[in-house]
């Protein structure tokens, strides 16, 4: 029997996409208020289990699932290329499933219960029959979810145990939920004609390359604008100012974007984003100041 080499398997997990849920535990456990030194290992057990855990298993599983249309878009990926043979692929995604709920394990009750639904939605995303991707609409949100809201709502309910009012940081976990649903339809400008082929209806194969990237830029300003109220609602203006300095930049290299959505879908996703990430976090530190 063949066996995938480390290095293939690293690549099926596709680390590079760990960050933002993370990036998004992380907000969610400052915005907790607590002290990160009496936290640290639920801290960084926490990350573990939401990156290179469940993330990685859903990269796996979508690896396995859209083994035909990455043959067309992206032939050199482990499974399209022969690196994964046979069935690994579905076999290590499965595996990494099992490992990423005895983790979460670690995290406590919220933290398990959490890990599940992450893993389900997961799933759900990737294989029949819900295969919530075929419909860019429900895939970008599950994936906006998993990425942004469900990390940060762990990571703050963890370190609270559940306890405290949750109401404010509910909302802005939404906002940022919703924001990153955009996020999400960066990725798919470099996968259309595969996806066409397959019957994949991504947004950009919906509403045509400029329509998706109109959309896309509504959706990730749009709820940062409501941060923005939200924050100088709650009388922190100082935050408030600093996220809407950070949507000033994002709104000028739209621009740029727009112009052009395949050639600068890249390029916004390397330099636009790590805007939208750091206002989450500047409203994480507003939250954790008890507004």
Not at 36 to 50: C, F, M, T
Not at 238 to 266: E, K, N, W
Request: hydrophobic share 55%.
């Amino acid at each position: 029997m063949k066996y995938p080499a480390p290095a293939t398997v690293l690549e099926l997990f596709k680390p590079v996409t760990w960050f933002p849920p993370m990036w998004a535990f992380s907000c969610g456990v400052v915005s907790a208020g607590v002290s990160l030194a009496d936290h640290w290992r639920l801290l960084v057990a926490g990350i573990i289990v939401v990156g290179p855990m469940v993330c990685a298993t859903s990269q796996a599983a979508n690896d396995w699932f859209d083994r035909k249309v990455d043959a067309i878009n992206e032939p050199n990926r482990p499974i399209p290329s022969g690196r994964m043979p046979g069935r690994w692929g579905l076999y290590i995604a499965v595996a990494w499933t099992a490992v990423s709920l005895a983790a979460a394990t670690l995290l406590g009750t919220w933290g398990f219960y959490a890990a599940i639904f992450g893993l389900l939605l997961a799933w759900a995303y990737s294989a029949p029959p819900l295969r919530l991707k075929q419909n860019g609409w429900w895939g970008n949100a599950a994936c906006g979810l998993c990425y942004e809201g469900l990390p940060w709502i762990t990571g703050w309910a963890i370190m609270v145990s559940g306890g405290g009012s949750p109401l404010h940081m509910l909302v802005i976990a939404a906002m940022y939920s919703i924001g990153a649903h955009g996020i999400m339809t960066l990725n798919d400008f470099k996968s259309i004609e595969g996806d066409t082929q397959v019957g994949i209806g991504s947004l950009p194969v919906r509403l045509g390359v400029d329509g998706a990237a109109l959309a896309a830029c509504r959706i990730m300003a749009l709820p940062q604008v409501v941060v923005i109220g939200l924050l100088v609602a709650w009388g922190s203006t100082t935050h408030a100012a600093i996220v809407a300095a950070l949507l000033g930049v994002q709104l000028l290299m739209m621009r740029r974007f727009l112009s052009d959505p395949r050639r600068f879908a890249l390029w916004y996703s390397a330099l636009g984003v790590p805007l939208f990430v750091s206002g989450m976090l500047v409203s994480a530190f507003a939250l954790r100041q008890g507004v």
